[in-house]
């Protein structure tokens, strides 16, 4: 029975082959079908490597963009914070007048916790003999002194801060300390005339500020037995300043 079936694919075989080689019809299908999947097997096996290829290549460029984006992804941390300390840096720092003894400092931390009015400062400059007069936006805020050798501002508000001061257009004088709220005018004499409206700067008699720097205006005018008093709102309360400029005292000239 094998040796039949044996026999059988053996002549189907040779028939073919003899058809092949003598009919050019069969033939040509046939080899046109074999060329035909041999076409579709180098086409397919192509796709195949371009795909792979494709997806390597891609895989690739996505593991290099990642670790460019590792890469800068701090720089551009950096690159904010620096633009965001600019910003604050140019609407911090507007003064109408420059002097080339004006020192920009920068805060570094308050004094103690839940004292706004007293900050230590970064502050290269720092000459510890002297007491210097703190600007912010161009107005008056405070004074600078050494503590334990280190640059602290005290700002306006602060009882320990008193200045010397005109008052108005007849230049009224007077001198000016903190009370944590407002601030106050005392020592303003009898005869001066000083009225609500007013407008406060410095006389530059204190050793500290030169004169004419903005402090506030006049609220209320209290009078006293011996000396009259002024309650002064300041034009700017920088509690929560970064930049400020710091004045020499050294210098002894005027902003008018």
Do not use: C
């Amino acid at each position: 029975m094998i040796k039949s079936k044996l026999l059988f694919l053996l002549l189907v075989t040779l028939l073919l082959l003899v058809s092949i080689k003598l009919v050019p019809s069969f033939r040509d299908k046939v080899l046109g079908f074999s060329n035909n999947i041999k076409i579709a097997y180098v086409t397919s096996s192509d796709n195949i490597k371009n795909k792979y290829n494709a997806y390597i290549n891609q895989a690739k460029k996505i593991e290099e963009l990642e670790k460019e984006v590792k890469e800068l992804e701090p720089k551009a941390l950096i690159s904010n914070s620096l633009s965001l300390k600019l910003k604050k840096l140019l609407k911090e720092t507007n003064l109408n007048y420059h002097h080339e003894s004006l020192y920009l400092v920068r805060t570094i931390s308050f004094e103690k916790l839940g004292n706004y009015t007293k900050l230590w400062l970064d502050f290269k400059d720092f000459d510890k003999n002297k007491i210097y007069g703190l600007l912010y936006k161009g107005y008056v805020a405070g004074i600078v002194k050494q503590q334990d050798n280190l640059p602290l501002a005290i700002l306006e508000l602060d009882p320990e801060v008193a200045l010397s001061v005109y008052i108005g257009d007849f230049k009224a004088q007077g001198v000016i300390f903190g009370n944590n709220t407002n601030l106050i005018i005392k020592y303003i004499q009898k005869t001066s005339i000083v009225k609500v409206g007013d407008e406060v700067v410095t006389s530059g008699k204190d050793g500290i500020f030169i004169e004419g720097v903005k402090i506030g205006r006049v609220m209320e005018v209290r009078e006293k037995e011996l000396y009259n008093e002024a309650v002064v709102k300041p034009y700017i309360i920088p509690t929560k300043a970064t930049y400020f400029y710091a004045i020499d005292p050294d210098i002894k000239t005027s902003i008018n």
